[in-house]
């Protein structure tokens, strides 16, 4: 036991040095972002303050509450910084939240002002930005949030569970997951997004509804129709989603504007469908999947055999 224990503390007083170092190294960047941009810009007045507010949202208060616990690290105060840190883990999420429309008023404000394009430039080539730029600043707290998670996870490890402070570190841990996971949703549904956007640009026309709330894209590819009678194979490419799958063929590549889209074939409701290996089980070349809706049978063909098992497991755990 004395032994475990011993390892523990050596372990734990590792961990606890490297989460002091590296924040001191986060509180140095944070502080270049304060000092040369938002500071100088508050007194300049070249942004507007509600302007300057959406693209470094609450990055003092970040900065703020990072202070306070490198010092209560400082002295070993571990249990009273964590307290403290859990009260402001908040702004993390809404840092993350706030962070697309930061991106969007930047690039805005570089093409549209000519002043701050110029003070911006400028403030870059400052010996200590090291050649950085503000964009490469800016996600700094979304991925020392990523960094806390396992910091704390460590510490947790190598704190024997029948003390105070183990409590507190296991608090904190849950604290720091819950937010993770509230920013990795953010992140997760704009990135959706996305592909539903980029999927309705890319067929013909708006009769094709792709854009639905509670829709999330899973995958896409060329597969082979297998017709019922005995006709040609069609190649077609699918989209498929929570709860579709779409079938499309490309339109005619003379077509003055929609040479490069696709026209919408089939959209299949996936809330009555069944999906069946026909053949595929073992290494062979490729595989048949067959999909049974309420009034058709869909034979979809693939010569890939880790495709035909990629979209074998993708439609099943989307049917069901």
Not at 7 to 31: F, I, V
Not at 84 to 102: I, K, M, P, R, V
Not at 207 to 230: C, D, F, M, N
Not at 240 to 266: E, G, M, T, V
């Amino acid at each position: 036991v004395e032994d475990q224990r011993a390892r523990w503390e050596r372990k734990r007083s590792r961990t606890a040095k490297e989460l002091l170092e590296t924040e001191y190294t986060y509180l140095e960047q944070l502080d270049l972002v304060l000092t040369y941009f938002v500071t100088i810009l508050k007194a300049k007045g070249t942004l507007k303050p509600a302007v300057l507010e959406t693209i470094f949202g609450p990055l003092e208060s970040l900065y703020s509450a990072s202070h306070v616990l490198s010092l209560h690290l400082e002295k070993g105060n571990l249990g009273p910084g964590l307290e403290n840190f859990c009260q402001t883990l908040d702004l993390y999420g809404h840092y993350a939240q706030n962070f697309e429309q930061a991106n969007k008023t930047l690039k805005e404000q570089l093409r549209k002002n000519k002043s701050f394009r110029k003070f911006k430039k400028l403030q870059e080539t400052r010996p200590q930005f090291q050649g950085r730029q503000l964009e490469d600043l800016l996600p700094l707290p979304l991925q020392r949030l990523h960094q806390y998670k396992h910091f704390f996870r460590d510490l947790l490890e190598n704190t024997s569970p029948d003390t105070d402070e183990y409590q507190k570190l296991a608090k904190t841990v849950k604290s720091v997951c819950e937010v993770s996971h509230w920013v990795q949703d953010i992140f997760d549904k704009r990135e959706n997004s996305l592909q539903l956007l980029r999927v309705q640009k890319l067929l013909k026309g708006q009769k094709t509804q792709v854009l639905t709330p509670g829709r999330w894209y899973i995958r896409e590819g060329w597969l082979l129709v297998v017709p019922s009678k005995g006709e040609e194979l069609k190649r077609r490419m699918f989209f498929l989603f929570s709860d579709i799958l779409i079938a499309a063929k490309p339109c005619c590549p003379l077509h003055p504007l929609n040479s490069n889209k696709l026209s919408c074939q089939a959209v299949y409701p996936l809330h009555q469908c069944s999906v069946d290996k026909v053949f595929g089980h073992t290494w062979s070349q490729g595989g048949l999947l067959s999909l049974s809706f309420p009034h058709k049978t869909l034979l979809l063909m693939s010569s890939n055999q880790q495709e035909i098992n990629g979209w074998y497991r993708s439609l099943t755990a989307a049917v069901r």
